[in-house]
C-alpha cells in the first residue's frame, strides 16, 4: 500500500513537471516571436509632391526686316516670302529674308498655337490688291502634328490670310513640347502694290498656347 502510494505521488509529480516544463516552453516560444518581429519589423514612409503644368512658347526668332525698297518699274506689285528661299523677293528691291519667324515649345505639356496680327492686308499695305499672309511649317520633325486638311489647325505649309480677330486663327492643333520635336516656323509673304502706302510699315503678330 505504502509502495503505491509512493507511485502516486511520483506520478503527479511527474504530471506537474510536464505542466511546468510545458508552461516555461510556451514562454520561452511567445518571447522568440516577439524578438524575431521587432528585429524583422517593418515601416513604411512616403514621398509625395505634385508636378505643375507649364504651357510656355518663346519666339526663338522673331523679327523679320525687309529694309527698304520698291516696287521695280513697271510692276503692279512686288512679292516678299520667306518660304520662297533665295528668290524670296520678286519685282522688287528689298533686302530678302529667309528666316521666318521661329517659336519653340518651352513648357512641359503639348499646346495649340493661334496666331493674331494687329493689322490686316489693307491697313498694313493699302493699295490695289494687297496681300499679307502666313504659314507654318515644322523646324523639327513632328513638332506640329495638325491633321491632314487643317481640321485641328491649318495644312502645314499653306498660306492663309492674316486674322486680327481674337484669339485668331489655330495655326498648329496639338505643338509638342518633347525634346527634338518642338519647334515650329512661321512664314511670311507680302504682295505689295505699286499703289501702297509709304514710309515704314510693320505688324506685331502674336502668338497664344494652349495647353491640350
Not at 508552461?23 to 511567445?30: A, E, P, T
Not at 505643375?52 to 523679320?64: A, L, R, Y
Amino acid at each position: 500500500m505504502a509502495a503505491r502510494n509512493k507511485t502516486k505521488q511520483a506520478s503527479k509529480l511527474l504530471f506537474y513537471f510536464a505542466i511546468a516544463l510545458l508552461v516555461v516552453s510556451l514562454i520561452v516560444f511567445f518571447v522568440n516571436i516577439d524578438k524575431f518581429f521587432k528585429i524583422t519589423g517593418k515601416a513604411i514612409g512616403t514621398a509625395n509632391l505634385t508636378i505643375e503644368s507649364v504651357t510656355n512658347i518663346n519666339f526663338t526668332t522673331n523679327n523679320i526686316n525687309w529694309g527698304s525698297g520698291s516696287v521695280s518699274s513697271g510692276q503692279a506689285s512686288a512679292t516678299l516670302n520667306t518660304a520662297a528661299g533665295a528668290n524670296n523677293v520678286t519685282n522688287g528691291n528689298w533686302t530678302g529674308n529667309t528666316a521666318g519667324l521661329v517659336i519653340a515649345n518651352i513648357g512641359n505639356n503639348n499646346v495649340s498655337i493661334d496666331l493674331k496680327t494687329g493689322k490686316t492686308n489693307a491697313t498694313l499695305l493699302g493699295g490695289t490688291a494687297p496681300d499679307y499672309e502666313y504659314n507654318v511649317t515644322n523646324v523639327e520633325s513632328g513638332s506640329c502634328l495638325n491633321s491632314t486638311g487643317g481640321t485641328d489647325g491649318l495644312s502645314l505649309g499653306s498660306f492663309s490670310d492674316v486674322n486680327t480677330t481674337d484669339p485668331g486663327t489655330r495655326v498648329c492643333g496639338r505643338f509638342r513640347y518633347a525634346t527634338a520635336s518642338n519647334t515650329i516656323r512661321i512664314d511670311i509673304k507680302l504682295i505689295i502694290p505699286s499703289d501702297s502706302v509709304t514710309g515704314a510699315v510693320g505688324d506685331i503678330i502674336t502668338a497664344t498656347a494652349t495647353g491640350v
